[in-house]
């Protein structure tokens, strides 16, 4: 997918060093420590653009993603949307932010009602956010219902989940998220719970979207290999931090941190040829977020790692390559 080349646009959203910690306690009383799910996340979105975060399980991106939701509270940092910095912002305030983001859930079939038919699912946002008409708010669900593929609206507005595939279920979830028209559409593993025949199909429809109403989209993922369909970069995410960020094609054809080179070993090959070849990764599993390693938190995996350095000192962000960014010591300036 070719990448336009567009003139700078407004900051939409601003991560500025940003920890979630969730506090552990001992019989609901002493505290005996953090979770240190995000712990120093700093970015900036523009509006109308698209970018993955990417990372195995655990790694934060949950909880990064709650937290840009508007359902976590910052333990410190600020996320500022708009010009508008969510911990300042009162609870009439807060209900007109999610009213500007959407949310696509990564499984279809849980995040649908049982017991509502698609026209009241589609509906029920509108109602909360004050349409009052009723003809305006079947019309808008016509539209948003064409704008996901599903034709003729009528052939499912009196359905069930139940009654849909995965892929038409993921469309109403895309057309719930899009039926409030936001600004910022935050896309949880999307596809990961579809056929791999609909993935793509699915994808790319997001994107189309996405151009049509220049969204600003967070596409959160542990999968490399479905994000040169859609993003414009990646953030590499690693036990609460970004380690690596970059524009999409540049990163992925040359990855520069370890972890983002492991990540991409991982990728399934879809060459049957290669069905026998294991690529080499890292040792060991990611680290506890209770207690990090000291210094960068991938070192005890990395066969790169410089002792008295690595683990001693958290790298900064270098710039090896123009807008390719990463956090790693061996790329500090000689």
Known sequence: MTLKTEEPREILLSIRDLHVWYELRRFGFGRVGSVKAVDGVSFELAEGETVAVVGESGCGKSSLMKTILGLNIPTSGDVVFDGKNLSQLNNKDMRSYRFEVGYVQQDPYSALPPFMNIEQILEEPLIISGVKNKAERLDRIRKVMGEVKLHPPEDFLTKFPHMLSGGQQQRIVIARAMILEPKLIVADEPVSMLDASVRVEILKLLH????????????????????????????????????????????????????????????????????????????????????????????????????????EKFPPDFEPEPEHFVACWLYQPK
Do not use: W
């Open 208 to 311: 189309a979207l996405q151009e049509k109403y220049n969204l600003t989209v967070i596409y959160i993922t542990h999968d490399l290999s479905t994000v040169k369909y859609f993003s414009a970069r990646i953030f590499v995410m690693y036990a609460g931090n970004l380690i690596e960020k970059g524009e999409t094609r540049r990163l992925l054809e040359n990855p520069l941190h370890p972890y983002t080179m492991a990540l991409l070993a991982a990728t399934s090959d879809p060459d049957a040829r290669n069905a026998d070849s294991f690529k080499e990764v890292p040792p060991g599993e990611p680290p506890s977020l209770v207690n990090p390693p000291k210094g960068c938190r991938f070192h005890p995996r990395c066969s790169h790692s410089m002792p008295g350095l690595c683990d």
